[in-house]
């Protein structure tokens, strides 16, 4: 071999050292760049089995803390996965015992749960499905159900999923809600008492005797207003109220108003309105209770005339009892002395007919006088032995002198604390309540007139009080007002003679009365009766 050719070998050598470090160099390269790689992938799947294991809890806890039950189950209807709620619900736990869907259906829904499960099949998911279901502990409940398939990354169906609401506690209550709506239905359309629900003046309902009372059907109703059915004064009248409601200061009132009728006739009626509103206060509607209030106000207009007759009867009846008092009594006196005086004189020139006629004269005389001495003790207040003592409970008592004395709708009388069961005449303690509380009303000239009763349990007496907000009494009319024909003003329904009855009464019943007022502010009585 020539030094040339030597020098080429060489040459050859050389280069294929340096092509295999180079190639080396290479592949070194691309192994320090692949165990880069080959780390960063490894770093970065235990960062994603981290989160998957994290999303995995996250959701776990999700199912487990969901209100309404999940479940899951593969396409054969095996129950793969319960969470807590199902588990409450069915009584069933998957990892103790199989379950399949089928074994919860109830018997009689078994067809359309069937035809369900072809529409999850065909559309992919069902929504709004109601059946009943069998329970492990809990026997049948119904259920609501939205349901979905599951899909491998062939979207081919593995498996369903869905969220069951137990909503049998729901239904029971709304059917109970229905069978009250249907009794309020009733009551409301048999009621005696005329309803009507109206939104902003507009008549929206009412019952058949709302309908009779005005004459107009349901139907001609539902095109009027208030306003088409009330008189113009009377229902601006009204006004005051109506803006009180709307401002949310009441929530209802009463009142005494007249109503058109059909046929253009009125007739008065008690009104109550009440407003119903909606969560945030304000007025949805309006509700109407109408009571035919016009017999009742003639029979109290009777009443008052009765009444007004009976004061002028007893008062004549007093005249009376004056005039037998000091106009009959003193003449029979006389005959009586005269009698006597002409039987002494004559004693011994009359026979025994003579006798027997002056005897029938004193008799009659006695029998007259008798008679006088029982009319007084009947019209006097103060006749104990016409007084018929029994048990008088005075919050009945003072329940049926409300019913009895013409209260105003602006006056109220309360009680402040429960009164007591007393003894004595009820005809006698209800006149003294009765003028009392009688005496409160008339002269009371506030827009909202107040009347409170209360008491004080003492040792040997009980202490009344009756107090109210009224027109007050001056100082100097204190005594004068408990005489016979003396009254504070000129009230024309003031005969001047209650207050008088009233200080008789408590004198019977060894009692004292008094007063504290305060004039255009009001009155406070006092009075005690003895136990």
């Known amino acids: 071999m020539s030094s040339d050719d030597i020098e080429i070998l060489k040459r050859a050598i050389q280069r294929e050292k340096l092509a295999r470090k180079q190639a080396e160099k290479i592949l070194e390269d691309k192994s320090r760049e692949l165990y880069l ?26 199912f487990d803390n969901l209100l309404d039950a999940y479940v899951r189950m593969d396409i054969f209807g095996n129950v793969l996965e319960m969470n807590y ?21 109830y018997k009689e829904d078994y067809k359309y749960a069937m035809v369900s499960f072809q529409e999850l099949v065909t559309k992919g998911s069902f929504s709004n499905y109601q059946a009943r279901v069998y329970t492990k502990d809990n026997g049948v409940r119904t259920v609501h159900i939205n349901a979905s398939l599951i899909f491998d990354k062939n979207k081919t169906p593995i498996g369903a999923q869905g969220i069951v609401t137990d909503i049998t506690d729901e239904l ?5 809600f229905e069978e009250q709506k249907k009794q309020l239905s009733v009551i409301v359309e048999n009621s005696s008492l005329g309803i009507a629900l109206s939104q902003f003046g507009k ?8 309908q009779n009372l005005l004459g107009y059907t349901q139907e001609e109703l539902l095109q009027m207003e208030i306003k088409d059915i009330s008189l113009k004064d009377e229902y601006e009248a009204s006004a005051s109220n109506m803006e009180k409601m709307n401002t949310g ?13 059909r046929n253009k006739s009125t007739f008065w009626a008690k009104t109550n309105v009440a407003a119903v509103r909606d969560p945030n206060g304000n007025i949805k509607y309006m509700v109407a209770l109408v009571e035919d209030i016009t017999e009742q106000l003639e029979v109290e207009k009777q009443r008052d005339q009765l009444v007004k007759n009976l004061e002028k009867t007893n008062q004549e009846l007093k005249d009376y009892a004056h005039i037998v008092s000091h106009d009959l009594k003193s003449p029979l006196r006389s005959i009586n002395a005269l009698v006597n005086w002409i039987k002494e004189d004559h004693v011994d020139t009359l026979d025994k007919t003579g006798v027997r006629h002056f005897t029938m004269i004193e008799n009659t005389l006695e029998k007259m006088e008798t008679l006088i001495n029982d009319i007084l003790s009947y019209s006097s207040v103060s006749n104990k032995e016409g007084l018929q003592t029994k048990e008088i409970d005075l919050n009945i008592l003072i329940g049926e002198i409300k019913n009895t004395v013409l209260i105003p709708e602006n006056i109220t009388i309360s009680i402040k604390n429960k009164l007591p069961v007393i003894n004595g005449d009820i005809t006698r303690i209800q006149q003294l309540f009765q003028n009392l509380i009688g005496n409160a009303v008339i002269y009371n000239d506030k827009e909202i007139g107040k009347i ?62 008094w007063l504290e007022s305060e004039f255009g502010m009001g009155t406070t009585f006092y009075f005690t009766l003895k136990k």
């Open 203 to 210: 008549i929206l309902q009412t019952n058949k005797a709302f």
């Open 249 to 261: 200061e009441i929530d209802d009132f009463s009142i005494n108003r007249r109503y058109v009728k």
């Open 172 to 176: 029971i209550q709304k059917q109970i």
């Open 37 to 62: 790689i080959t780390q960063e992938l490894k770093d970065t799947n235990e960062k994603l089995e981290d989160q998957v294991g994290t999303k995995e809890s996250e959701l776990q806890g999700v």
């Open 452 to 513: 409170e009763i209360n008491y004080e349990d003492k040792k040997t007496y009980y202490l009344f009080k009756i107090k109210d907000n009224g027109i007050g009494i001056k100082k100097e009319h204190h005594e004068k007002i408990f005489k016979m024909f003396q009254s504070v003003g000129d009230n024309e329904n003031s005969s001047g003679i209650g207050l008088a009855i009233v200080k008789k009464i408590i004198d019977l019943y060894e009692g004292d009365i």
């Open 85 to 105: 709620a199902a588990r409450n619900l069915f009584g069933y736990d998957i990892t103790e015992e199989k379950l399949n869907v089928v074994k919860l259906i």
